[in-house]
């Protein structure tokens, strides 16, 4: 398999994959309610066909997330494992504002949640 490609798909070495924990309506729904985005689209013009790409965000901006590493990422041509995945790893996302400064960040409450119980007990004290 392409090197690229498995460094996008985040096949780590010894050949397992992530194991998505989020349908994608959850994951829809996740990102669009909990995160204040509201496009969450498949990418018409993905290079690889057959595995589907979504794009998010909020009016004409892509959204992002900030990883643990403090890098960060816009959410264009993500797999669903991609979007699972920063759920994981990002510390935190972009908030509805009027610009991407990093004042416009809210706290990711899925951050370092690794099984799905645990996520979703997480998702369920955030939105009460």
């Known amino acids: 398999m ?18 998505c924990r989020f349908s994608l309506e959850e994951l829809k729904e ?3 309610k909990l995160f204040g985005y509201n496009w969450f689209e ?3 013009d993905r290079p690889f066909k057959s595995i589907k790409t979504f794009h998010v965000g909020k009016d004409g901006l892509y959204g ?4 643990e590493d403090g890098g960060y990422k816009h959410l264009e041509s993500r797999t669903i494992e991609d979007l699972d995945w ?3 790893i990002g510390a ?6 009027p610009s ?20 979703m007990i997480s998702l369920d004290l955030y939105s009460t």
């Open 2 to 19: 392409d090197a690229k490609l498995k460094a996008h798909r985040f096949d780590p070495p010894g050949g397992w994959r992530w194991p």
């Open 30 to 32: 996740i990102y669009l």
């Open 86 to 88: 920063f759920l994981f």
């Open 100 to 119: 991407w400064s990093w004042e416009w960040w809210m706290t990711n409450p899925l951050y370092d949640r690794l099984d799905r119980d645990s996520a």
């Open 92 to 97: 935190s996302f972009g908030k509805v504002g």
């Open 64 to 67: 992002a997330v900030r990883l």
């Open 42 to 44: 498949l990418n018409a």
